[in-house]
């Protein structure tokens, strides 16, 4: 009899132990979190994006480095678009941010927009995932599923972003060691780098690789050099990334870091007699591998310390906390 009870009490022990577990499930991360509580979703979002690529072209760019800054700060949690408040200071001024990070007003329409049809039910960081793809998609580059149910974060923090976001100037081993501490290794790091393949950067980030690095080719130095003076006066003038295809997320960003032609130190590096160079040269060589391994790197990104459940909040708006 005592026998019969204890396996009694074992079989309602694993009972509850499953039921939990599919319970905690049920909070993971999914394609189709949003397709019962609100169905129009990923189509307003996609409608509010694409209208705004449509305007400007370059903002495909901007959405996925958002993305990216967001990501790795306390993980995918729509920190990056938090400003200050008396209790804390957000991630918008930080190094890496301050005066370069865009888009925060189309996320902002996209969230407007999906209020106007399910208040209350999408969440900013949420968006954030779904423009980064939408932006991708445009652009030419890969597609991929993205995987929904993330809740936004009650708080920002400039110290982390300066320390985690990687800089234009750091070398191999530094990139690739802020990359290792989100989970991401060397190979992951390179292919998501090729985002550098769109979009543009200011004078005052890559001045110093154009004036006083070796490892360039010398051409294009010289052609860079005439709109990014060695003087202060134009630390603010832009230049594409990757200026042979710079509206189309391709893999002429490797074939230039092949040329010497990488723009930021933090890009050559990728392809300096280092650990990352035969990734360089398979991607350089094979488009379809880097749209492939690019699409997987995002949705990995994307998993990076997602709140859910009932951790963070649905933010209102996406610039504030509730």
């Known amino acids: 009899m005592a026998s019969s009870s204890k396996f009694a009490w074992i079989a309602i022990a694993m009972f509850f132990a499953l039921f939990s577990l599919k319970h905690c499930q049920a909070y993971h991360l999914t394609p189709n979190y949003y397709d019962y509580t609100c169905p129009q979703a990923l189509s307003t979002i996609r409608t509010v994006i694409r209208d705004a ?37 957000g991630e918008q001024t930080a ?14 329409a996209a969230k407007r927009a999906v209020e106007a049809v399910c208040p209350g039910v999408i969440s900013c960081a949420d968006i954030l995932s779904l423009a980064a793809r939408d932006s991708s998609e445009y652009v030419n580059g890969p597609t991929w599923t993205v995987k929904l149910g993330r809740r936004d974060s009650t708080t920002a923090s400039r110290d982390l972003a300066e320390a985690d976001l990687p800089i234009a100037f ?26 550098h393949t769109i979009g543009q950067a200011q004078c005052v980030t890559f001045k110093n690789r154009i004036y006083n690095e070796t490892n360039i080719d010398p051409g294009f130095a010289i052609h860079r050099r005439r709109g990014c003076p060695s003087d202060n006066a134009g630390n603010g003038n832009l230049a594409p990334l990757e200026p042979v295809t710079p509206n189309t997320l391709d893999n002429k960003y490797y074939k230039n870091l092949m040329r010497k032609r990488g723009l930021l130190h933090s890009d050559q590096v990728l392809f300096n007699g280092g ?38 909040q649905i933010r209102k708006i996406c610039s504030a906390i509730n």
């Not at 190094?95 to 902002?108: A, F, K, P, T, V």
């Not at 750091?170 to 985002?195: H, P, Q, T």
């Not at 040269?281 to 997602?306: E, H, L, P, Q, T």
Request: net charge neutral; aromatic share 8%.
């Open 53 to 89: 690529i449509a305007k400007e072209r370059r903002m495909a760019a901007s959405l996925i480095r958002l993305h990216f800054h967001d990501c790795f700060v306390q993980g995918c949690d729509g920190s990056v678009l938090l400003k200050d408040t008396p209790w804390f200071t």
């Open 95 to 108: 190094l890496q941010n301050n005066n370069s990070i865009r888009g925060m007003e189309i996320i902002d």
């Open 170 to 195: 750091e070398n191999l081993d530094v990139l690739i060691g802020k990359f290792a501490k989100k989970g991401l290794n060397a190979k992951e790091m390179v292919v998501l780098s090729g985002a």
């Open 275 to 312: 650990k990352t160079d035969g990734i360089v040269a398979g991607y350089s060589r094979d488009s379809s591998s880097f749209y492939v391994d690019f699409a997987a790197a995002m949705v990995k990104m994307g998993d990076i310390n997602s709140l859910t459940d009932s951790s963070g």
